[in-house]
């Protein structure tokens, strides 16, 4: 079992930055890979970023070149560096690891991130 505490949403006007964390308990051992997924009203959940335990980080288009994502292995947390805000990040933020060779995910609770215009 693995726990995730996240950290960091909030409200920001577009243009500016938020960071939000995302520490791992428990059987930390297990984890494969982390990262976060957003989901906005009425969507579906979908990928923002995620980092491999070698630190290979994969983006969605729409993030990349303003979010970038990174890790602590000591600390297990991983960081998301959200910069150039847009309305269209508002979102629930959701961490996310992968666990074991089966891969079994584990989410946070998730944080609300609103950009306003």
């Known amino acids: 079992q693995v726990q995730l505490v996240e950290s960091g949403g909030g409200l920001v006007q577009a243009g500016g930055s938020l960071r939000l964390s995302c520490a791992a308990s428990?059987?930390?051992?297990?984890?494969?890979?982390m990262g976060w997924y957003r989901q906005a009203p009425g969507k579906q959940r979908e990928l923002v970023a995620t980092?491999?335990?070698?630190?290979?980080?994969n983006y969605a288009d729409s993030v990349k070149g303003r979010f970038t994502i990174s890790r602590d292995n000591a600390k297990n947390t991983v960081y998301l560096q959200m910069n150039s805000l847009k309305p269209e990040d508002t979102a629930v933020y959701y961490c996310?690891?992968?666990?074991?060779?089966?891969?079994?995910?584990?989410w946070g609770q998730g944080t609300q991130v609103t950009v306003s215009s």
């Open positions: 996310n690891v992968k666990s074991g060779l089966l891969m079994y995910d584990y």
């Open positions: 980092i491999s335990s070698g630190g290979s980080p």
């Open positions: 428990g059987s930390t051992f297990t984890i494969v890979a």
